[in-house]
């Protein structure tokens, strides 16, 4: 079975700060991880992928991730926040035998504060 | 291309009623999903198709069917509405040829059941 953690259902940042967004997983297997993006009244659209190629991944927007299998974890981060960033991010894990569904995270609040 | 178009947008219902949440997608892909978000819970699968002419349970099928007309098309029923089902339905659909795809998002229809 999978899994996936996101420590944090809510992160206020300064615009300029660092933003930092914490995913957690568990696959049996070797999985691939996604970080989706969901702005106000809109469908999620994917911000980045890992597919066991380079464990650090660069998205779309300034974001990047980097899967550490030996913490089980792909953080996503940004070293500047925009006023734009401000959204719901969430983590999705999918794994070999699982038919191509993903599992997803709770979700996390990212403000944006001036 | 529109990519993944969903209706109707916003629906309300009254307890018993019955409604079809419809979905199509123009993109040729295999695979198709209706998720449900609710607050804090994040985004859970109710039910998917990897391929036309395969349909399988998700995560909370309960109160649900669904139909996948052709490959363009994968609608969700509610047969009978309950409180409980007032949720914001996504369609999605992926390629489905490896794991690894992106799973693209349409814009959403926000239910209220009374």
């Known amino acids: 079975a999978q899994s996936v953690t996101q420590l944090g259902s809510h992160v206020s940042v300064s615009e300029g700060a660092l933003v930092l967004l914490r995913c957690n997983y568990s696959?049996?297997?070797?999985?691939?991880l996604f970080w989706y993006v969901q702005y106000p009244n809109q469908g999620l659209q994917l911000l980045l992928k890992?597919?066991?190629?380079?464990?650090l991944v660069k998205g779309i927007n300034g974001f990047e991730a980097e899967f550490k299998k030996s913490e089980t974890s792909f953080h996503l981060t940004k070293p500047s926040a925009h006023m734009s960033d401000a959204a719901e991010y969430f983590c999705?894990?999918?794994?070999?035998?699982?038919?191509?569904?993903?599992?997803f995270g709770k979700g996390t609040l990212l403000t944006v504060n001036p | 291309n529109a990519g993944v178009t969903q209706t109707p947008k916003f629906q309300v219902l009254k307890t018993g009623q019955s409604m079809t949440l419809q979905c199509a997608q123009d993109?040729?892909?295999?695979?198709m999903y209706w998720y449900r978000q609710d607050p804090g819970m994040g985004l859970r699968l109710i039910y998917y198709?990897?391929?036309?002419?395969?349909?399988d349970k998700g995560e909370v099928p309960n109160g649900y069917n669904v139909s996948r007309l052709n490959k363009r098309e994968f609608s969700l029923r509610l047969e009978s509405a309950a409180p409980s089902q007032t949720s914001v339905y996504f369609c999605?659909?992926?390629?489905?040829?490896?794991?690894?795809?992106?799973?693209?998002f349409g814009p959403g229809t926000r239910l209220t059941v009374t």
């Open positions: 999605a659909s992926s390629e489905g040829q490896g794991y690894g795809g992106e799973q693209y």
């Open positions: 696959s049996s297997v070797p999985p691939y």
């Open positions: 890992y597919t066991s190629a380079a464990t």
């Open positions: 999705a894990v999918e794994s070999g035998g699982s038919n191509y569904k993903l599992t």
């Open positions: 993109m040729n892909h295999n695979s």
């Open positions: 198709s990897a391929s036309e002419g395969t349909t």
